[in-house]
């Protein structure tokens, strides 16, 4: 992992099972760094050990400074699968579209890029499809990079009808549907099971505020009334969180 100096674990929040390890930075450009490293890290141990790497990530403002510097680094990108957490049940040319954004960075590099979201009307069958489509790869994740959203929501778990069948559905579901709350679009997301199954999680955070959101829903554990803290609860690998102060 990166050579950067980490908080003190005695004053943060930690879970029985997991193995969070929480990285300070006053410096952008430095997080971006170790933060793209870190994964390339990730990325060269999976192609070691077993010739194929799997990762799921998003597509957000904290995301892309990483998601550009990682598509420079040379990697063997063809043995490499990249699916996004989330997406939008858009058409692919919209802005919108996470699996666009992805293609357009590691496409060219000789990456898979893999959708998960159709444009569907119905959002349920088009969670039913995304699920269907991941239990044809090869799994588990190498990696996946959670996001932290408004009410705690993370990849694309928030506040919804469906949130509880992304968050306690049946453990073998890897993908469902969600129509948000707030009445934005629907998408499709990884589910919490998919998510505890990664071999590594990480986090992206700016600011103090969004790190004692983060601490706050850790603590409550199980209890948390957010998508993020109910993930922690049930987190049992290694997770890197990084700070943007």
């Known amino acids: 992992m990166s050579d950067t100096e980490s908080w003190d674990m005695d004053d943060l929040p930690e879970g029985e099972d997991s193995q969070l390890e929480w990285w300070d930075f006053d410096d952008p450009a430095e997080l971006v760094e170790a933060v793209t490293g870190d994964i390339k890290f990730i990325i060269e141990s999976a192609l070691d050990a077993r010739g194929e790497a799997l990762l799921a990530l998003p597509v957000s403002d904290e995301a892309m400074p990483v998601l550009e510097a990682l598509a420079e680094q040379q990697v063997k990108w063809k043995h490499v699968t990249i699916i996004p957490t989330h997406d939008y049940l858009v058409p692919v040319d919209d802005p919108r579209s996470h699996v666009k954004a992805l293609a357009q960075l590691f496409l060219t590099r000789g990456a898979r890029v893999l959708p998960i979201a159709t444009e569907n009307d119905d959002y349920h069958l088009a969670g039913s499809a995304a699920d269907a489509r991941l239990q044809d790869v090869k799994w588990p994740p190498d990696l996946v990079w959670l996001g ?8 694309g778990i928030m506040q919804s009808a469906d949130m509880e069948e992304a968050l306690d ?41 969004a790190q004692s959101a983060l601490e706050m829903e850790i603590d409550q554990g199980a209890t948390s009334m957010a998508p993020i803290g109910r993930v922690f609860a049930d987190l ?10």
Not at 148 to 155: D, H, I, N, R, Y
Not at 236 to 245: F, K, L, Q
């Open 148 to 155: 932290l959203g408004e009410e705690g929501s993370t990849a």
């Open 169 to 209: 559905g049946p453990r073998e579901k890897r993908a469902v549907g969600i129509m948000p709350d707030d009445g934005d679009a629907p998408l499709v997301t990884i589910t919490k099971a998919a998510i505890c199954e990664a071999r590594t999680v990480l986090l992206v955070l700016r600011g103090a505020a």
């Open 236 to 245: 049992t690998v290694p997770v890197d969180i990084y700070v943007e102060n």
